[in-house]
């Protein structure tokens, strides 16, 4: 018997109530010390499984072996390679390279697991614009602009085959200061990457933060459907009546990673995706160049009819809003 248990009986003995035996006084005591002794080995069990929990999880991450978990709570890798993080606005880094100037190519060799592949650039040169050009095994690719601290993504027409090695080369075309053409810097770092589209459910999402980037307004001009996430219902669905046709481009913007999923009389016309808690605005043209919803859904819809507008979102967990307007976002 430890103190703690003596220390039980011994009261019990004090109390001495006229209405109990000598035996069950002692009885009661006894089931006190059994009911404390088995907390204290649960509790022992508990902290031992903590413990194999802890350190399997640090082993996972030191390797980074395991493909990313379907679930929303891992958190997303932090490296970075010629300062592309390994996942960024859903798509995961497979490829990287820089050129520095006056030099003016670069080439990345890849196997890709996705078919959708984009090209990001990050350049450093000063008060000078680059235009560059990456060309995707046959795809020669357009000129795009890039100057100092810009990041611009730029969607790779051609789909590569899942598995199968691709090249990519980046060509510095030329330079401009002013819209002027100059001569290219001797001096200066243009780098790009090759990222693959992740789907939704496997991409892993970074940890939230103590606090949430507050939604302040957006950048739509003159906006004729707007809508808002019900307070503290972040996951339910808002409706909005308007006439037919809705305004083409759309601008939204969410506090946590999530989709708001747009549809017209029950059909879906498009998804919104957050993939991080920095608030950012994504702006969308609904329309595609032949005037066609993107999605691919058709709508027999009269002009001047009216029709509900439903933004459903998904997975959300903070505020969220979104508006059409007339033109797109400046």
């Known amino acids: 018997m430890n103190p703690t248990d003596l220390k039980d009986l011994l009261e019990a003995r004090s109390q001495r109530p006229a209405e109990l035996t000598t035996f069950s006084r002692i009885d009661g005591v006894r089931r006190r010390v059994r009911a404390r002794r088995r907390r204290q080995l649960a509790t022992g069990a508990a902290l031992t499984l903590v413990g194999l929990v802890a350190v399997g999880g640090v082993g996972m991450a030191a390797s980074r072996v395991h493909p990313p978990s379907p679930t929303h709570q891992l958190a997303a890798p932090s490296s970075t390679t010629e300062g592309f993080a390994d996942y960024e606005d859903g798509y995961q880094l497979i490829g990287a390279s820089s ?20 090209v990001t650039f990050r350049c450093s040169t000063g008060d000078v614009t680059v235009w560059v050009r990456v060309a995707l095994d046959k795809n020669p690719g357009a000129p795009t602009p890039c100057g100092t601290n810009d990041s611009r993504r730029v969607t790779v027409a051609t789909r590569v085959d899942a598995g199968v090695r691709s ?58 459907i707007t809508a808002r996430a019900v307070a503290g219902q972040w996951q339910r669905p808002v409706a ?36 991080d808690y920095r608030a950012r605005e994504w702006a969308k043209d609904l329309l595609g160049p032949a005037g066609k919803w993107r999605t691919g859904s058709s709508l027999d819809i009269r002009n001047g009819e009216r029709v509900e507008v439903l933004i459903t979102p998904q ?16």
Request: no cysteine; hydrophobic share 40%; glycine share 6%.
């Open 167 to 224: 090249t990519a080369t980046l060509t510095v075309l030329h330079a401009e200061r002013d819209g002027k053409r100059v001569p290219t810097p001797a001096s200066g770092r243009v780098a790009f990457a090759v990222s693959a589209a992740v789907p939704y459910e496997r991409y892993p999402k970074p940890p939230r933060p103590t606090r949430l980037t507050p939604i302040e307004g957006m950048r739509a001009p003159d906006p004729r």
């Open 99 to 118: 050129v520095a100037l006056p030099a003016t190519t670069a080439t990345i060799s890849f196997v890709g697991h996705s078919a959708e592949v984009d």
């Open 315 to 330: 997975d959300v967990t903070g505020d969220w809003a979104l508006a059409f307007s007339d033109s797109p976002a400046i």
């Open 240 to 275: 909005v009546a308007a006439v037919w046709p809705i305004p083409r481009h759309l601008t939204a913007v969410s506090q946590t990673p999530g989709r708001l999923v747009l549809s017209v009389n029950g059909t879906t016309i498009a998804t919104v995706t957050s993939w």
